[in-house]
Nanobody, 120 residues
Framework: QLQASGGGLVQAGGSLRLSCAAS????????MGWYRQAPGKQRELVGG???????TVVDSVKGRFTISRDNAKNTVYLQMNSLKPEDTAVYYC????????????????WGQGTLVTVSS
């Protein structure tokens, strides 16, 4: 239900823009976010954005990464600038989605991950 794209190989200092689109039956999407998992490390939060557009990112990427979303397209973006080799990871999107009218609860969904490799 979440499809991430945009990963690839980039040189240090370069930029990439990741996209993650939610599909299927969607009543509402609350928070959308990005996580990453580097080789041999645990998955970590990169940042998130509310339905109203309020976003935040972790200190390690602040000033370089920006999260945005298009509610009409059910899509969240991660703009990554000034990339460093330590940003190399599989990036996962996450979203809290309400998928039925009969259930008011939101459930957490994950995208399949997209690999970002930053060469030095």
């Amino acid at each position: 239900q979440l499809q991430a794209s945009g990963g690839g190989l980039v040189q240090a200092g370069g930029s990439l823009r990741l996209s993650c689109a939610a599909s299927g039956t969607i009543i509402s999407i609350n928070v959308m976010g990005w996580y990453r998992q580097a080789p041999g490390k645990q998955r970590e939060l990169v940042g998130g954005i509310t339905r109203g557009g309020s976003s935040t990112v972790v200190d390690s990427v602040k000033g370089r990464f920006t999260i945005s979303r298009d509610n009409a397209k059910n899509t969240v973006y991660l703009q990554m600038n000034s990339l460093k080799p330590e940003d190399t990871a599989v990036y996962y999107c996450n979203a809290d989605i309400r998928a039925t009218y009969s259930d008011v609860r939101y459930f957490s969904y994950w995208g399949q991950g997209t690999l970002v490799t930053v060469s030095s």
